[in-house]
Each structure stands twice: as C-alpha cells, then as structure tokens.
Nanobody, 114 residues
Framework: VQLQASGGGMVQAGGSLTLSCAAS????????VAWYRQAPGKQRELVAS???????NYGDSVKGRFIISRDDAKNTLDLQMSSLTPEDTAIYYC?????????WGQGTQVTVSS
C-alpha cells in the first residue's frame, strides 16, 4: 500500500491544520495506524495512534489539542491539529501496520510561526 500525506503548510501560533493520509489500498486491513513527526535535529516521535482499530494514544505534548481519526470507507487517516505552537513545527508522517508489515507515507511539512 502507498500512503500520501497532505494538508501541511504554514500557520500562525494558535491556529489549526488538518492533515490527511490517503492509502492506495484498503486501510481496513491495517488495524494500527499512526502519525509521527520529526523536527529538525530531533528524533521521530509519536504524535497519535490508533491501535487494534480502537485504542487511541496521543503524545503528551499534543494531548487535548490533536485528534486522530480514520475513515476506512475512504481509506484515509486524519489528524486534526489545533492550538498549534512553534514547537509543533516538524515533518509529519503517517503509517499503517499489520503484524510485521509497516508502511510509511512521505511526510508533510508543518510550520508554525510565533
């Protein structure tokens, strides 16, 4: 499966963005999906995930501000981001996983200005 992330861009602090990840095939067959991000000079970190199609986890820094959702009918994975801060600036990546199969999207840049 190929993943295409979109929706990134530049936004002022306090603003909102919604990222979307479109799968070329059936997302329903992947019980676990996630968004990660990587800021310059930092390691890739978990932003949010849906495990086994039902358990939702958020990174501590985004709790209460970001919402992850999946639409298996449309084969999409979204990340609604609000109250953005400059610390949210990063490249955001989506992935889907089934067992040992793990696929990554190409990333979409989010830049938050102060």
């Amino acid at each position: 499966v190929q993943l295409q992330a979109s929706g990134g861009g530049m936004v002022q602090a306090g603003g909102s963005l919604t990222l979307s990840c479109a799968a070329s095939g059936s997302m329903h067959s992947f019980p676990s999906v996630a968004w990660y991000r990587q800021a310059p000079g930092k390691q890739r970190e978990l932003v949010a995930s849906i495990i086994s199609a039902k358990i939702i986890n958020y990174g501590d820094s985004v709790k209460g501000r970001f919402i992850i959702s999946r639409d298996d009918a449309k084969n999409t994975l979204d990340l609604q981001m609000s109250s953005l801060t400059p610390e949210d600036t990063a490249i955001y990546y989506c992935n889907v996983q089934r067992g040992n199969l793990l696929y990554w999207g190409q990333g979409t840049q989010v830049t938050v200005s102060s």
